[in-house]
């Protein structure tokens, strides 16, 4: 389930070093291919309000197979489809159907005994993260050997095999609820409303992806200009960094699993603020900013599991809400973060980023600290 979740997360990312060659293919201009990677994030958000509670509901041993199966459909149809409008309608398709791996990470916390929950989720975004991380690097390799088409049949021959091999081995679930699909969708809102605790992990996650994108909306520019001047290969490769998010990941998990998530909380939202600093006084060496990449990174998802540990233990009947709650949340914190960075970067450049980066690891440390001393070193 881990390998599954990567790969259809992968999804979102394999067209970002593909839009030159997919403009060329459709004689389009590179505004109106920009506008796909906007297409994409939109349906993905659209799928975490309106798709993943329906994993509250109906049977996730056929809800999942069939999100794969319809993905490799629409994979394929992107390779074949003659103009560049059916393109833009299938990538806000498969921005929709990459939301399968938000379904199989409560599906698998439903599945572990209580006391190995934490490393259990830390396992499958340990898979999620593999997939952002790769997806660039693989598309990249695949493009210039085949074509950006060879990309696209590729995943989609992975969706269709994920698809098959999920159908065999997920436990059939009777699920669940008669709940109508309207009281699913609302009930994430009344869950916000209703659970503290499902607040605060919501504001500290949008406030860790929020400083996440800070820097990711902003390094392609810092790394290409003077005096690194590096190309796209290059900036691109520093993606690998991040695989010390997995290593945060699993670590985190085990903390969870072992109650120390205020401190875990806390030490996450010090390095998120502690990475842009590095960053901003190393401002002219390579070695600096690439500690403050996995620094970031590192704070970022150790926050995100710690986040998603606890809350999937407020309410285990409603696991799929909760996570879909959480992650609009988590998503539009992304986004506002990317907006921000780019008016900072070219307000202030490399510098104002990294202030406002730092902002966002303090806006999430201070709460942090009140929550942890307010309900003990046990709490959350």
């Known amino acids: 389930m881990a390998f599954a979740t990567g790969a259809i997360v992968a999804n979102l990312y394999y067209l970002q070093p593909l839009l030159d060659e997919v403009t060329r293919t459709y004689g389009v201009g590179t505004l109106a291919g920009s ?3 906007m297409l994409m994030q939109v349906s993905y958000a659209l799928g ?9 509901r109906l049977p996730r041993n056929r809800l999942v197979p069939a999100v794969f199966a319809v993905s490799a459909v629409t994979l394929l149809a992107a390779v074949l489809i003659p103009s560049f409008a059916g393109l833009a309608i299938l990538t806000c398709c498969i921005g929709l159907m990459s939301v399968g791996g938000q379904i199989l990470i409560p599906y698998s916390a ?3 005994i209580p006391d190995h929950r934490g490393r259990v989720v830390g396992r499958m975004m340990t898979g999620l993260l593999g997939g952002v991380l790769l997806s660039r690097v693989i598309a990249g390799i695949v493009d210039s050997l085949l074509g950006w088409q060879a990309m696209y049949l590729l995943a989609a021959g992975a969706m269709a095999i994920f698809a098959i091999i999920l159908h065999r081995m997920m436990p059939i679930e009777n699920r669940h609820s008669t709940i109508p699909y309207r009281e699913l969708v609302l009930g994430s809102v009344r869950m916000m409303k209703s659970m503290p605790e ?6 500290l996650g949008a406030m860790g992806f929020g ?3 800070v820097l990711w909306s902003t390094l392609a520019f810092k790394l290409s200009d003077a005096p690194f001047r590096y190309g796209p290969e290059v900036i691109g490769a520093f993606g690998l960094l991040g695989f010390a998010g997995v290593l945060a990941a699993n670590a ?3 903390l969870a699993d072992a109650r120390r998530t205020g401190f875990t909380t806390v030490m996450a939202a010090v390095l998120l603020a502690l990475s842009f600093l590095i960053g901003m006084v190393g401002s002219a060496s390579i070695a600096l900013i690439a500690i403050a990449i996995v620094l970031l990174d590192f704070g970022t998802q150790a926050m995100h599991i710690t986040n ?30 990317s907006l921000a960075g780019g008016l900072a970067y070219s307000q202030a450049g490399w510098t104002g980023a990294c202030i406002l980066g ?21 709490a959350p």
């Open 198 to 203: 499902l607040r605060q992990r919501a504001w």
């Open 358 to 378: 730092s902002c966002f690891g303090v806006a999430a440390l201070i709460p942090s600290i009140y929550w942890a001393r307010r309900e003990g070193p046990s």
């Open 35 to 37: 506008t796909l990677n």
């Open 252 to 254: 985190a998990g085990r």
């Open 110 to 112: 439903d599945l572990a």
């Open 308 to 337: 998603q540990t606890i809350i999937y233990s407020l309410a285990p009947h409603a696991r799929s809400r909760i996570n879909s709650a959480y992650m609009v949340c988590y998503f539009f914190g992304g986004a506002f973060g």
């Open 48 to 56: 975490l309000a309106f798709f993943v509670p329906l994993g509250d």
């Open 211 to 213: 400083a996440f994108s």
